[in-house]
């Protein structure tokens, strides 16, 4: 008897599903993208339970006569292409023919259709890859598409399915990637029974974003339009110093296409790198328009993702048309960085901005009282933690201020040559134990608001806030409901300027998005919070006197680490007299 078999067509397009249908989201977006191929100018979503128990998709485009329904329900079936060559041609979003047999091969699916040559419409009713019944039904022109308890054939692939909020984001944001794209196409999308967003045609992209994502995103976004033989970059751009922890507001679309490009997001974040600080992306909602046969959109099962033909040439051409558009702004090197406070709130005068909010300031040239070291060890002899501090502080005491370079570092003369000291490495350093320190022992005051700032999220952001807020809210904030994907934060931690209150919780989800903060351990969570924390909300106080300077050095010396920021820079740096006289 052979070993080797055909699979059954039901078990091969189960198999191939893995590839097209990863979760409720991928279903949405095959189904949307047959709606715009079929030329609908109006395209209704539904959801239940995350997506788990109905999908829905209807249009209003072209339709399908029954031969062409059956036949679109075979692997490999598509009016797109008839060659491989045909690929370097395309203008339509899908090609293949994989997504319906494969979505009615893991759901209890549905197909009405009609053409509009047609006086009765088609019905095929699919359960789990077996066809139930094919017969006449009545609807307008167009394609219903339903999809229910998805994955119920193959139960495996459900435990691998996220909360329904999490699922609910993906499918939401999905929707809104493909009203992005195609603005001139009326977009309803319904979440268990109720409308959770409804835009209707639109003229302009800044019309789609502030239907979609809100006025003021759509206010603070700068329009591009540039060309060249070839090549056509056209959408909205953010304003320099308005960077995000995360790529997730970077949206980049070849030729209509959501996708993920490698090209284009480094091209943008080359364009930004002298008006966002380091480790921030730019937010961007870019289209690039190229001939199709210059852009391989077939190197990813879902075809997420593209390869140009001529990359160097795109990179080249995206970052000389974004830079010129931030030059007419009146932009130069560095210039744009949204200016910031000179102290965190709740701190006193400058000689108090090396200390904790409320706390006495440290006195030039003393030891804080809250040194990480033990006095001594059972045995009354001092330890090597004690000896160390020790040891650092009298180095310390030696060291004479000179003066501040560049308004970062700070210049001493010590017995054995000169010290430069990174005055930001070291108050992110100082800070970040802190915070540590505070979030261990679940001691975080917090202040109220006396005016709630309104926080108005995407949808798997908000998601993520509703699964994780017990987290954020043990570090200091309070955070309510205030409708769909709309919070308001109505407390803040006492180190926290409120001002940066909303950036910072969109920095800490877009962490938890990208799975760099993880909550599954709370010591390693908590750490990444205060690591986050120190670099991106306390602010670096502004330059000041030589006990200022002086009380900086003793307080990084009395850290564990002193000789890092948590980012892992060096906070200091010295030159020895023999290095300097052998370089003189």
Not at 191 to 204: H, I, K, M, N, Y
Request: proline share 7%; charged share 25%; glycine share 8%.
């Amino acid at each position: 008897m052979p070993k080797i078999h055909i699979l059954p067509e039901r078990v091969a397009n189960q198999i191939a599903a893995g590839e097209v249908v990863e979760r409720p989201a991928a279903v949405i977006k095959e189904l949307i993208e047959n709606s715009l191929d079929a030329g609908a100018t109006r395209i209704e979503v539904e959801f239940r339970q995350g997506g788990r128990e109905l999908l829905r998709v209807e249009d209003n485009g072209c339709g399908m006569s029954r031969e062409d329904a059956l036949l679109a329900l075979e692997r490999h079936a598509t009016s797109k292409i008839a060659e491989t060559a045909d690929i370097d041609r395309l203008a339509t979003f899908g090609f293949r023919g994989e997504a319906l047999p494969s979505i009615a091969s893991v759901s209890s699916f549905t197909l009405q259709t009609r053409a509009e040559n047609e006086d009765v419409g088609t019905e095929i009713r699919i359960e789990g890859g077996k066809q139930i019944h094919v017969r006449d039904c009545g609807r307008p022109v167009g394609t219903s598409v339903e999809a229910a308890r998805l994955f119920h054939p193959v139960p495996a692939r459900r435990k691998f399915l996220k909360t329904d909020a999490t699922e609910a984001g993906h499918l939401v944001q999905c929707v809104r990637l493909y009203a992005l794209a195609c603005p001139r196409v009326a977009f309803t999308l319904i979440e268990d029974g109720r409308v959770a967003f409804r835009s209707p045609q639109c003229e302009t992209l800044a019309e789609r974003v502030g239907e979609i994502f809100g006025s003021q995103m759509a206010e603070r976004m700068i329009p591009i339009e540039a060309g060249e033989p070839g090549l056509r970059l056209s959408g909205l751009i953010g304003r320099p110093g308005e960077g995000r922890s995360t790529r997730h507001e970077l949206m980049t679309f070849v030729n209509g296409r959501p996708v993920d490009s490698r090209a284009l997001s480094f091209a943008l974040r080359e364009s930004y790198r002298d008006s966002l600080p380091e480790g921030r992306y730019p937010r961007a909602i870019l289209f690039l328009a190229c001939d199709p046969a210059d852009v391989d959109v077939n190197v990813h099962p879902a075809k997420r993702e593209v390869r140009f033909r001529r990359e160097q040439q795109v990179r080249g051409f995206v970052i000389r048309c974004v830079l010129e558009r931030l030059r007419e702004l009146g932009t130069e090197a560095g210039s744009a960085i949204a200016p910031i406070p000179a102290r965190p709130a709740g701190l006193g005068e400058p000689a108090a901005a090396y200390g904790f909010a409320g706390s006495p300031p440290v006195a030039p040239g003393a030891v804080p009282a809250a040194l990480p070291a033990e006095a001594a060890t059972r045995s009354g002899q001092p330890s090597a933690a004690t000896e160390g501090v020790a040891a650092r502080e009298a180095r310390v005491r030696t060291w004479r201020f000179l003066g501040i370079a560049h308004n970062l570092y700070a210049l001493f003369e010590t017995p054995s040559g000169i010290v430069l000291l990174d005055r930001r490495a070291a108050h992110e350093r100082i800070w970040f134990e802190r915070l540590k320190g505070q979030f261990a022992a679940g001691r975080v005051p917090g202040q109220r608001l006396l005016l709630p700032l309104p926080l108005e999220l995407e949808p798997v952001a908000a998601a993520i806030l509703l699964d994780s807020r017990p987290f954020i809210e043990a570090h200091g904030f309070e955070i309510a409901d205030f409708g769909a994907n709309f919070f308001r934060i109505e407390a803040v931690p006492q180190w926290m300027e409120p001002a940066y209150a909303e950036s910072f919780i969109k920095d800490v989800l877009g962490e938890l998005r990208d799975g760099r903060l993880a909550l599954g351990n709370l010591d390693l969570a908590r750490d990444e919070l205060a690591r986050l924390a120190a670099s991106r909300v306390v602010r670096l106080p502004a330059a000041s006197g030589a006990s200022e300077m002086e009380s900086l050095a003793v307080q990084l010396f009395a850290t564990e680490s002193p000789l890092a920021s948590p980012a892992g820079r060096p906070t200091f740096i010295e030159i020895d007299r023999a290095e300097l006289a052998r370089r003189f």
